[in-house]
């Protein structure tokens, strides 16, 4: 057990780190790392991307509060919009956990792999959204965050690959899309984790220290490490270069999503 708490703060720390680097989730590499050290552990391979996906999430639970109080000091969130966004986002980010609960765990890695690497592409190559000049009205609002709670919950991660894109598509810069997608991505763990811990309550399958598909030393060990090494990522930041690092980070992300493809 403390190797094994050893590795989820080894995992915790670089997680908080690239946070803090580059602005991005801990789910695209919490995920896969945890389900291959859940395979070292030989945890019953039917459950094993419910736990990771289950677990990544409790993780964003914890370390948003964090994150959205840091930009709301700078001004930088967008309540407005977030509140908007709200509603469709808890009931995309239930139906995610449920969703993901019906589908296998051989099924749910090459999902999560496929998107890993879109991600990655997306970092290297893509490029920033045109402003739309209409704002979003009511049902456009609702739809989007359904649409981004859904897939945010169904892959385990805090939805800023989503949600920014999306804010800025509706004329937001990238700061404040950033700081809103932070804010919106506390409801998207708050349902997803909820849903993920009732899916899983009593599975036959689940490890000892298993609340629902949420694996609680993994959960411990990774919000410990990730809080305080945030801050020096942050620190480092703006000191190097960033463009470069978010293509080691893509590159890593690369190897993640083979990794997974192959185990």
């Known amino acids: 057990?403390?190797?094994e708490l050893g590795l989820y703060l080894l995992l915790g720390a670089l997680v908080g780190i690239l946070a803090g680097l580059l602005g991005v989730g801990g789910g695209l590499i919490i995920v896969p790392?945890?389900?291959?050290?859940?395979?070292?552990?030989?945890?019953?391979?039917d459950i094993i991307m419910h736990l990771a996906l289950g677990t990544s999430l409790a993780t964003i639970l914890a370390t948003s509060i964090a994150s959205v109080y840091s930009h709301h000091r700078k001004g930088a969130v967008s309540w407005s919009q977030?509140?908007?966004?709200t509603p469709g986002i808890l009931l995309g980010a239930w139906c995610g956990g449920w969703l993901a609960s019906i589908i296998s765990s051989d099924n749910l890695k090459?999902?999560?792999?496929?998107?890993?690497?879109?991600?990655?592409a997306h970092m290297i190559w893509g490029s920033k959204p045109d402003a739309h000049k209409s704002q979003p009205g009511a049902l456009a609002c609702f739809s989007g965050g359904g649409v981004i709670g859904t897939l945010s919950s169904l892959l385990g991660i805090g939805g800023g690959t989503l949600t920014v894109p999306w804010l800025m598509w509706y004329g937001s810069s990238i700061h404040r899309a950033i700081a809103?997608?932070?804010?919106?991505?506390?409801?998207?763990?708050l349902a997803g984790t909820l849903s993920y811990l009732i899916a899983g309550w009593q599975h036959a399958l689940l490890p000892d220290y298993a609340l629902g598909f949420i694996y609680l030393p993994a959960l411990l060990?990774?919000?410990?490490?990730s809080t305080l090494f945030a801050p020096l990522g942050a620190h480092w930041a703006h000191q190097l270069n960033t463009t470069r690092l978010k293509h080691i980070f893509a590159g890593l992300l690369v190897v993640l999503a083979v990794a997974l493809l192959l185990a």
Do not use: C, H, K
């Open 82 to 85: 977030a509140f908007r966004l």
């Open 221 to 225: 060990g990774i919000i410990i490490s």
């Open 1 to 3: 057990m403390i190797l």
């Open 33 to 45: 790392v945890l389900a291959g050290l859940f395979t070292v552990m030989s945890m019953p391979g």
């Open 110 to 120: 090459p999902l999560f792999a496929l998107f890993e690497l879109a991600v990655a």
């Open 180 to 189: 809103t997608a932070a804010a919106v991505g506390f409801p998207i763990a």
